[in-house]
């Protein structure tokens, strides 16, 4: 065995106790520990980054077109993308080579990389299924172009793309340097579209038993699904056999991604009870209004008229909690991003939303539907984003991420 190997050996062992006990995530109160870095494995029935907790620190979305011409081409560039992201999930040092090339890596984390809760998600949109790959006919049924939904001012710069790489990871210099090799390993075969980049305090505030703050000011996370169920991922995330989609999808997902701004200076200037009264919770405490904990039930059937929580709140409109409703849970990840400020002198940042959910209809559209026009419009405009398929998770070592969908 290697000394590196033994080493990860190690901290294999120290995080995968932390895993199992200490660390608290969103949703759990529980003792505080402090987080402790991991390497995320890679290989599994659905990719791994989309539901691993606690989440990270650091957040990246960036979207790309591809550029080869057929479909074994396309297979070569997710076989390489594979390759690249299995190693750097795994922390494998660069390789060294002659001084007299350039280095095979940009030398960001040194020659050891350490572990960094560093993961990689690779998803596709609607655009990868037109005649370029011949693929039209194993396009997931409801992967469309996200279309402008009510309120929305998508810039086209910053919206859509054949295919997303979603990283996360403790350290905004992991981001860099993943995404360096990255785009490094499919230089000619991806060229970048758009990209946004954020954080979140995921990591911190699971290890103290809390939820992370968006940039309103709101606890955010805290009805999310808990992405440490099975069964529950099973049932709202995860693409099923059987179901009506193609069968290289199952183990997919439909992702939605919104590029969300805030217009923050008019929201410092709103009182209080507005605030609380546009999202349905208590600022501080996170508790729904006229309630004390955080995770208390709002219950709706005890104030049918909205008295308590006004009925175009956001979240009563996002989650209703009635029998009809039930169906339209999603798994939400996305994390704060801030971009400087605009030509007015406002400050330009907001939420990177995304969400996971097995049916694009049932999850994110019915909830959008039912948002639509709520009194939080006037604070909010999203941007860009768009929709995609988060491609099934890679097995094992001979296989490769989309391999069926391509093959
Ligand atoms: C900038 C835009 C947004 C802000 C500031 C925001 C903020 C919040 C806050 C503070 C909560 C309460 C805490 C929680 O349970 O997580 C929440 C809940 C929720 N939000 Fe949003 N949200 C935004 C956009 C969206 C979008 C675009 C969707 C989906 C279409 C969405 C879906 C939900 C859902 C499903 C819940 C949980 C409701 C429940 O089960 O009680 N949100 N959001």
Redesign the pocket.
């Known amino acids: 065995m290697t000394e590196v190997s033994r080493r990860r050996l190690v901290i294999g062992a120290v995080t995968s106790g932390v895993a199992l006990g200490a660390v608290t995530v969103t949703g759990c109160t529980g003792p505080a520990a402090a987080p402790t870095a991991r390497f995320v494995p890679f290989h599994g029935a659905t990719q791994t980054g989309i539901s691993a907790l606690p989440l990270p620190t650091r957040g990246l979305l960036a979207s790309f077109s591809v550029q080869v011409r057929d479909r074994a081409a396309l297979g070569g560039l997710l076989a390489g993308l594979t390759d690249e992201i299995r190693g750097l999930m795994a922390g494998t040092p660069p390789r060294t080579r002659d001084a007299a090339y350039p280095p095979v890596d940009s030398g960001l984390l040194g020659a050891d990389p350490p572990p960094d809760d560093l993961s990689v998600v690779v998803s596709v949109g609607a655009s990868l299924f037109d005649d370029r790959f011949g693929l039209a006919t194993r396009r997931p049924t409801e992967l469309i172009t996200m279309p402008f939904l009510a309120n929305d001012r998508l810039d086209p710069q910053r919206s859509h793309g054949d295919l997303l790489l979603a990283l996360e990871s403790g350290h905004a210099d992991t981001l860099q340097f993943a995404l360096r090799q990255l785009m490094r390993r499919t230089r000619g075969e991806l060229v970048l579209q758009w990209l946004v980049e954020g954080y979140g305090r995921g990591a911190a505030d699971a290890a103290a038993g809390t939820?992370p703050?968006?940039?309103?000011g709101?606890?955010?996370?805290?009805?999310?699904l808990d992405a440490r169920d099975p069964a529950v991922l099973d049932r709202h995330v995860w693409l099923p056999a059987g179901a009506d989609e193609p069968e290289w999808a199952v183990g997919g997902s439909y992702q939605?991604v919104?590029i969300?701004?805030?217009f923050v200076e008019f929201w410092d200037r709103t009182q209080l009870v507005e605030q609380e009264a546009l999202?349905?919770?208590h600022k501080i405490s996170?508790a729904?209004l006229g309630m004390r904990d955080e995770f208390d039930d709002?219950r709706y059937d005890t104030d049918p008229d909205g008295t308590r929580i006004p009925l175009d709140s956001?979240?009563?409109r996002?989650?209703p909690?009635t029998p009809e409703t039930a169906g339209?849970?999603?798994l939400?990840r996305?994390f704060s991003y801030t971009r400087g400020f605009d030509g007015a002198g406002q400050l330009d940042q907001?939420?990177a939303?995304v969400?996971y959910q097995r049916s694009l209809r049932q999850g994110?559209?019915a909830?959008?539907g039912?948002?639509n026009g709520e009194r939080?419009e006037e604070?909010?405009v999203?941007e860009g984003g768009g929709f995609f398929f988060a491609l099934p998770g890679v097995p094992s070592e001979d296989r490769f991420l989309g391999d069926e969908l391509v093959g």
């Open positions: 939820t703050r968006n940039l309103l709101f606890r955010d996370g805290t009805a999310n939605a919104r969300i701004r805030m999202i349905g919770r996170g729904p709002p956001h979240i009563r996002a989650n909690r339209n849970l999603m939400r996305g907001g939420l939303f969400s994110f559209l909830v959008q039912r948002l939080l604070y909010v999203a």
